[in-house]
């Protein structure tokens, strides 16, 4: 059975920093796709950063460009979200995900708080 499990979200002055955790289990993630979507109250979920199996690229939302940061542990099947310069914009349950190399499925946490008072 997978299971993707997110920590480290929590309340937050603007301006400071949070770091989210996902640590996946059930089977191997070889190839796999891992990263994050949020969802603010009333909005969609939406895409913040990703990680791809191939050459370790990178990718992120232009709204988190230059603040978040995204890295992951093959070995472990963990992917971390270094949060900087938290926005009041920025709260929201952010999800970790891990999508298949094909890209046919999606595996999701079942999501962490992160809340930046202004």
């Known amino acids: 059975q997978v299971q993707l499990i997110e920590s480290g979200g929590g309340l937050v002055q603007a301006g400071g920093s949070l770091r989210l955790s996902c640590a996946a289990s059930g089977r191997t993630f070889s190839g796999y796709a891992m990263g994050w979507f949020r969802q603010a109250p009333g909005k969609e979920r939406e895409f913040v950063a990703v990680s791809r199996w191939s050459g370790g690229s990178t990718y992120y939302a232009d709204s988190v460009k230059g603040r978040f940061t995204i890295s992951r542990d093959n070995a472990k099947n963990t992917v971390s979200l270094q949060m900087n310069s938290l926005k009041h914009e920025d709260t929201a349950v952010y999800y970790c995900?891990?999508?298949?190399?094909?890209?046919?499925?999606?595996?999701w946490g079942q999501g962490t708080q992160v809340t930046v008072s202004s």
């Open positions: 995900y891990a999508e298949t190399p094909n890209g046919e499925y999606t595996y």
